[in-house]
């Protein structure tokens, strides 16, 4: 499709509204990539944050997560679909389900690497955010609320 765009760069295309050989106008349409501009997460069953792809959402220990709803440049109510990957594994996430502590940890802190929420278009990656749990204080085993 890229052949048909302006300067073949498949981003800006010309339609014309033409009848036989004479023109009665053209007009110029923008196609970008399908991008989350951010999420909308509620943590713990309470608060709610809106998170762009590639920034970090602490939780509690022992807290849920659930994606609300996301803002993007396409339909976001279709096409969809959100993986959690954690510790090696991933599991499909539906827009609205509550996502449990035990499946958010495990990685933040013991392997180094992050847990991933991942949104897809279709197959298409359209952005991504990593969340880690706050770190238990050593004597107490609650949540460190120091800093």
């Given at each position: 499709m890229n052949k048909w765009s302006v300067h073949g760069k498949g981003r800006?295309?010309?339609?014309?509204?033409?009848?036989?050989?004479?023109?009665f106008?053209?007009?110029?349409?923008d196609i970008s990539e399908p991008v989350i501009d951010y999420l909308i997460v509620q943590a713990g069953g309470e608060a709610k944050y809106a998170v762009s792809p590639g920034e970090t959402l602490l939780l509690e220990n022992k807290s849920e997560l659930r994606v609300i709803d996301a803002k993007a440049n396409f339909n976001a109510k279709s096409g969809l679909k959100f993986v959690l990957k954690s510790s090696g594994r991933e599991t499909k996430?539906?827009?609205g389900q509550v996502v449990r502590e035990k499946s958010l940890s495990g990685t933040w802190n013991r392997e180094g690497k992050r847990t991933e929420l991942v949104a897809y278009r279709?197959?298409?990656v359209v952005g991504r955010i990593y969340i880690a749990l706050r770190p238990l204080a050593a004597d107490a085993g609650e949540p460190d609320k120091s800093g």
């Open positions: 800006r295309y010309r339609i014309v509204a033409e009848r036989g050989k004479r023109e106008g053209e007009v110029y349409v996430v539906a827009l279709n197959d298409t």
